[in-house]
């Protein structure tokens, strides 16, 4: 079974990207790092991005070609502050939705990776 699977499919993806942006939408240090005037467009991106990369489908890379990741985030400063609060409030997200343990820890092991790996100043 694939973690997309173990969550349920996109209603988990989509439960747990709501929960993290309705979180961010009120931080006074991640938000100005989302230039939408609504966060819908950034929620969509990153739910279909988590779900192709834990096995739902390639929906993601079929409307915006490769994730490169740390390409799309260059424009923005992300200091280890930066990278700290939005790991904060991912792993809030993740703790406020009832996944298997092995999901939890997964999820939080790839988001603690993914998020250091975008810290682009001191």
Do not use: C, K
Request: charged residues 25%; proline residues 5%.
């Amino acid at each position: 079974m694939t973690v997309y699977e173990a969550m349920g499919g996109e209603a988990g993806f989509r439960a747990l990207v709501d929960r993290f942006y309705a979180s961010v939408a009120g931080d006074l240090l991640l938000r100005p790092l989302y230039p939408e005037a609504d966060l819908s467009g950034a929620s969509e991106r990153l739910g279909l991005f988590l779900m192709q990369y834990w096995g739902g489908p390639g929906t993601y890379s079929e409307q915006r070609g490769h994730p490169r990741l740390r390409l799309r985030h260059a424009p923005f400063r992300i200091g280890q502050e930066e990278r700290d609060a939005w790991f904060g409030h991912m792993t809030e997200a993740v703790d406020s939705l009832d996944f298997q343990p092995e999901v939890r820890e997964a999820l939080l092991r790839y988001f603690d990776a993914a998020s250091t790996s975008m810290i682009n100043t001191l």
